[in-house]
């Protein structure tokens, strides 16, 4: 494997992460799995999720920190941009904005703020959310949910119920966001699942 500095790592994950955004669609990709087909020796792995942070910050993909830790990462507009702008050599990328999603976590009680509004009950997204990248969602919600040691076993059930409704209803040609909203709150009080929450409720706008 080829040893590399933390740059010459999180550029060649930023051009994979384009030509897979190219050749397979908008998806939430592994840090990890790209830079083992790419035969990067990775030092450290704390590299992933400083390469994920740096990535926000920049605002070239948005990213999924996962348990133990996994990053998975979706190019941006912006990021599409950036890579398209240094190939060209018409930018030197530093017009990238920052662009990060935020979740604040109150205290030590596993509560985390939940900021969705949704007007009504009856409130429908206009289409189905990508099968993949809610699958990769839902998988590592449930992990994270599994692997809780705060929750009771009782508490454990019903928010795995709740997320199997939740990837139900996003399966749907039009899935009813009020009845989603509803699911969100109480995985919203819990904060090993605060990443993919905030998500899926981004996901109703």
């Known amino acids: 494997m080829a ?22 669609g908008s998806h939430y990709y592994p840090l990890p799995e790209i830079a083992g087909a790419l035969d ?14 740096a990535l926000q910050d920049q605002g070239i993909a948005k990213c999924l920190f996962l348990p133990k830790g996994m990053v998975h990462a979706e190019l941006t507009g912006k990021g599409r941009m950036f890579v398209e702008s ?10 990238v904005q ?4 935020v979740v604040n976590v109150h205290g030590n009680s596993n509560q985390i703020a939940f ?3 949704h007007s009504s009950i009856s409130q429908t997204l206009p289409s189905p959310v990508d099968s993949e990248t809610l699958a990769t969602l ?28 939740i990837e139900r209803q996003f399966s749907k040609t039009k899935p009813d966001a009020g009845i989603i909203s509803r699911l969100l709150e109480p995985l919203s009080k819990v904060a090993s699942v605060g990443n993919f929450i905030f998500k899926f409720n981004e996901f109703l706008h």
């Open 98 to 101: 920052h662009e990060v999603n």
């Open 138 to 165: 839902i998988r590592a919600a449930k992990n994270a949910l599994s692997s809780d040691a705060n929750l009771t076993d009782v508490e454990r059930r019903e928010h795995l119920g709740d997320l199997d409704e």
């Open 3 to 24: 040893r590399v500095t933390f740059t010459e790592f999180f550029n060649q994950l930023v051009e994979q992460l384009y030509l897979l955004d190219q050749e397979k």
């Open 40 to 53: 990067i020796d990775v030092p450290d792995s704390g590299w992933f999720i400083d390469a994920g942070h």
């Open 115 to 117: 900021t969705g509004k």
């Open 86 to 95: 240094n190939r060209d050599g018409s930018d030197d990328g530093n017009n």
